[in-house]
């Protein structure tokens, strides 16, 4: 008996340290994270793609060989599957590098059922394919900036005898010089070509053998070294990626300032943690902000850029509201590198062109949009007004720097109206153009919550000027298919830089990037000519006063009206852990981590 009350009590001690052994292992639990895209991707492709979205999934599934230091502020590049910095020669025309042997592609069928290692040639394969006609790559323009010897000739022997690009033809300005080599060779100098380099979303490894077997699918099926792949995909609804089987051992290390106390703290807490930390992301499309917002404060999204809506909520005064602070909920806010626009199609035959009176009547639409008020009411705030195409954070921006780009001023709008021909010729209280004809004017948008409620202040700012407006909405991907087709008027966007250069901002206005980055077809002898010096020039004195003009010229023509940049408030959950908006390169999937058992202690 007392046998048996002994063996029932030890398996009962048994059974309880087993209890208390399991309550202090650490979940196995999957570690996943969830946000939402406020807009649909396109795809991802990276020689097909230009969106925003689209570029953050495949800069988490291709790599390139240059990356941003996660942690560095303002920017620090470092290499990525690279082997140190590249040899630079003959005045930043010759450009050498390395990359490391033993990085491995995702498995894919394309492969045969073999390991497939990453090797130079592949990425002589990649940027190839943004000169390939059959691409029709939007980010063609910005790759035939750099210059290298004999790639566009072979893009132009494709076009002017119709027949396929030649992918096995040798360019003197891109070899690769053995396995692991690569060599770029510049027409001109190029002294911030490492930028280009360390866009992994776009100019990222791929593989041959992956874009010959999907052909017109590869939108559908990115095969990339990078740490995380695609497992499925529900197009404008959901994408679902994993931890890469494959990835390189790669471990958590980053260069914050000295004075940056919480990214000394994550790389105290971090640094040598295996990358990524994250086993699965789930990025849902949610473009109305309340369900997005909603689905945050139900814990169903670990992540949310605070709609412009609840930011007085979330947020007043730029500081956490008390009760999200009780919750643990953490927060960051910043002057994104972005800007905010709407262009003028150059083409248009009522807005477009470079007659006094075609260019009176933009700069009159420009006067008459109230800037003031897009950030007091619909922006909740949250934003800072726009003086040109240069971007907070990106070279040759200056916060005092200003320009009639901000101005509204009816009177002088009106004006202008009146000088040029302008007029309420029939007396039903709307403008007609010069020659007596209808004016209508144009203007693209969305039609989500938000979109609806710029395009209330788009009719005020028109019924102020007295110009009838007629709104064209759909959906996003559909207005950029039309808008690279030249078939929109006016349409406003965002435009987030891409590196730390404010090249890439002027590429929206150089004319031979007409229908790709530069959606409105602005062209001018003088703008482009000061682009091209600025591209040879390094950072200084004599580049700036480039930038400076090239910045007057888009004031006088206005063939894009600058509105804001926006202040960004990001939250996160108290369990999701090493957040930091990247301000270039689009990458922080994999130097978070998602700590499940805080998630499960934190349940309200």
Do not use: C
């Not at 262009?343 to 075609?358: A, I, L, R």
């Not at 109230?370 to 726009?386: K, Y």
């Not at 108290?574 to 499960?600: H, S």
Request: aromatic letters at 12%; glycine letters at 8%.
């Amino acid at each position: 008996m007392i046998n048996t009350l002994a063996r029932a009590g030890l398996a009962g001690l048994m059974v309880l340290q087993l209890g208390l052994a399991q309550a202090q292992t650490p979940s196995t639990e999957p570690k996943v994270l969830r946000y939402a895209f406020i807009s649909a991707e396109t795809g991802f492709d990276p020689a097909q793609i230009s969106d925003l979205y689209s570029r953050i999934v495949t800069g988490h599934i291709f790599d390139g060989l240059y990356k941003y230091d996660y942690l560095a502020r303002p920017f620090k590049v470092t290499p990525n599957v690279a082997v140190g910095m590249p040899e630079i020669a003959d005045d930043f025309k010759t450009w050498t590098i390395k990359i490391q042997a033993g990085v491995y592609f995702s498995d894919d069928p394309a492969f045969g059922g073999k390991k497939r290692e990453l090797v130079a040639e592949d990425f002589v394969y990649a940027l190839k394919r943004f000169f390939d006609p059959a691409t029709k790559s939007p980010a063609y323009s910005y790759f035939n900036d750099a210059g290298i010897l004999g790639l566009d000739e072979l893009r132009q022997d494709a076009i002017k005898n119709k027949k396929p690009f030649d992918y096995d033809k040798p360019v003197e300005g891109l070899r690769a010089l053995d396995r692991y080599t690569i060599q770029y060779r510049l027409k001109e100098p190029r002294p911030r070509f490492i930028f280009s380099l360390a866009g992994g979303d776009q100019y990222g490894a791929v593989a041959r053998e992956v874009i010959e077997r999907y052909g017109d699918k590869t939108m559908e099926h990115p095969v990339g070294t990078g740490p995380f792949v695609l497992k499925s995909w529900r197009r404008s609804s959901q994408m679902v990626l994993e931890r890469n089987p494959n990835f390189r051992e790669l471990y958590y290390d980053a260069q914050p300032n000295a004075d940056d106390a919480q990214g000394q703290a994550w790389l105290a807490r971090f640094k040598g943690r295996r990358l990524p930390m994250l086993d699965r992301v789930e990025v849902s499309i949610i473009e109305e902000s309340q369900p997005r917002w909603l689905s945050f404060l139900n814990r169903q999204l670990d992540w949310v850029n605070v709609p412009l809506e609840f930011a007085s909520v979330a947020a007043p005064n730029g500081r956490l509201a008390p009760n999200l602070a009780k919750q643990g909920i953490q927060m960051e806010r910043i002057v994104n590198p972005d800007r905010t626009l709407y262009y003028f199609n150059m083409e248009d035959p009522v807005v477009g062109g470079y007659t006094p009176e075609k260019v009176a009547l933009r700069r009159a639409i420009g006067l008459g949009t109230d800037t003031w008020r897009e950030i007091n009411t619909v922006r909740r705030g949250q934003a800072v007004p726009a003086q040109s195409v240069v971007a907070p954070g990106t070279w040759g921006y200056e916060p005092d720097y200003k320009t009639e780009n901000s101005d509204y001023d009816l009177p002088r709008a009106k004006a202008l109206l009146e000088m040029y021909g302008y007029k309420d010729v029939d007396g039903d209280g709307w403008r007609e153009l010069p020659d007596g004809k209808p004016l209508v004017i144009e203007y693209a948008s969305q039609p989500d919550a938000l979109s609806r409620s710029f395009d209330e202040l788009w009719k005020k700012n028109m019924d102020s000027l007295g110009l009838r407006l007629n709104i064209k909405a759909g959906q996003w991907p559909e207005q950029l298919k039309a808008a690279r087709a030249g078939q929109l008027m006016i349409w406003q966007l965002g435009y987030s830089a891409s590196t730390p250069d404010t090249q890439p901002g002027l590429e929206i206005l150089y004319g031979p990037t007409s229908g790709g980055q530069n959606l409105g077809r602005f062209k001018h002898a003088r703008f482009d000519a000061v682009y091209e010096q600025m591209q040879r020039l390094p950072d200084g004195p004599e580049r700036l006063a480039l930038l400076r003009e090239a910045q007057k010229i888009t004031v006088a023509y206005m063939p894009q009206k600058y509105l804001v940049h926006r202040v960004l408030t990001d939250l996160s959950q108290p369990w999701l852990q090493g957040y930091r908006r990247p301000l270039f390169g689009n990458q922080f999937w994999q130097y978070v981590d998602a700590e499940m058992d805080l998630k499960k202690k934190t349940a309200p």
